[in-house]
């Protein structure tokens, strides 16, 4: 092997550059030849979409160009990163090897796979093929939709879910029929099952109708389908529902029957512990930024000292799910609910942290 070490990370969001800041700030004495591959232009901050569908907000604090990011992040270091912006379409565990959409064929000693997941509806995470204008161009033409609707359906009871009704709730104050469809007991149930009620009683305040219990599917572009065969039409049906991982380019093998990577607890492949995972494709993992941050990095360093940099010294850290849960989610601009750590927080705090703005002004530390 020569003296410096190839690299590619696949992904070009959340869990790729937080990889990629791993590894340059490593004090170790091996010189690293990175390559990031992702199809996006731009690293996009997700986390506002609810927001955006009823407030412009200057794509320059939500979009951070990737080639620029990296270039800064690189600086000051001994390793050299580029940014290929292309999708991958095939893994070779046994040749080392990552073939690109052109069809070009990049080597490897260490693989990271970061792709992410993509949303069933492209407004609320990027592609894994397209670029972000796709994803800016549908939030735009959603937005629109919403504004010129006079009813509108939620599919999802889940944190985007809740957080769109919330907004929109807030913004139209009743002058348009809102209705959220669960798909379980209640809104946030999966999430926060302690605080359905609480969540229940501010979208309702919000004038936002809540469906639970039914299963329910988009026909066609305005038409919503019910378990029990009855349908019910509005003008604008957003999916926030189900997130698909962006694993088509990897072998069967290493996924789960979800199509989620199958790792060790130390985010390895079993059989390649070269190739490290992280971020929502993990398949233990819990698909959210917090876990990313909080519980997911501690691993991913240890593990990137032992299998990138060979520091056979480093005890390394296995990842535990959390069994109590921290998430905050704004239900419209005043306050919403929340837990840190399973605490219930009081509204003022989610209201602080992100109801106001949605965390906007935090944007750039995710990928600068």
């Not at 990031?36 to 731009?42: I, L, Q, S, T």
């Not at 789960?256 to 398949?283: M, N, P, Q, W």
Request: with cysteine.
């Amino acid at each position: 092997m020569s003296s410096t070490k190839q690299v590619i990370i696949v992904g070009g969001s959340y869990a790729a550059i937080l990889a990629l800041k791993t590894l340059l700030a490593a004090t170790k004495a091996v010189k690293l030849d990175i390559t990031v591959v992702a199809p996006n232009e731009k690293a996009f901050f997700n986390i506002c979409v609810p927001r955006l569908l009823i407030e412009n907000v200057s794509i320059e604090k939500i979009a951070f160009p990737l080639g620029e990011s990296i270039n800064n992040l690189v600086q000051g270091t001994i390793h050299r990163a580029i940014h290929i912006q292309s999708s991958v379409t095939q893994v070779d565990f046994n040749k080392k090897s990552v073939t690109i959409a052109d069809g070009s064929e990049l080597t490897y000693d260490n693989l990271i796979l970061a792709s992410g997941a993509r949303s069933v509806s492209p407004i609320w995470k990027l592609d894994s093929i397209k670029d972000i204008d796709y994803t800016l161009d549908s939030i735009k033409e959603a937005s629109a939709q919403i504004k010129n609707a006079k009813s509108i359906a939620i599919i999802g009871g889940g944190t985007t879910g809740v957080e769109t009704a919330g907004e929109l709730g807030h913004e139209f104050k009743g002058g348009k029929e809102i209705v959220l469809y669960t798909g379980s007991s209640g809104p946030l149930s999966k999430v926060l099952p302690n605080h359905v009620s609480s969540v229940t009683d501010k979208l309702k305040k919000l004038n936002i109708e809540i469906v639970n219990n039914q299963l329910v599917k988009k026909q066609g572009k305005s038409t919503i389908a019910l378990e029990d065969g009855t349908t019910r039409d509005f003008d604008v049906i957003l999916e926030a529902y189900k997130l698909l991982p962006n694993t088509e380019y990897l072998p069967q093998e290493v996924l789960d029957k979800r199509s989620y990577v199958i790792t060790d607890e130390f985010f390895r492949l079993r059989d390649h512990h070269e190739v490290i995972c992280l971020g929502d494709i993990l398949a233990l993992g819990q698909q959210s930024l917090v876990d990313l941050t909080y519980n997911q990095k501690p691993v991913f360093t240890k593990t990137v000292s032992c299998e990138v940099f060979g520091d056979s010294s480093v005890k390394l850290a296995p990842y535990v799910k959390p069994t109590k849960a921290t998430v905050l989610v704004p239900i419209g601009r005043d306050g919403g609910v929340g837990a840190v750590f399973g605490f219930s927080i009081p509204s003022f705090v989610v209201w602080l942290a992100k109801s106001r703005n949605f965390v906007i002004p935090k944007a750039p530390g995710f990928f600068t």
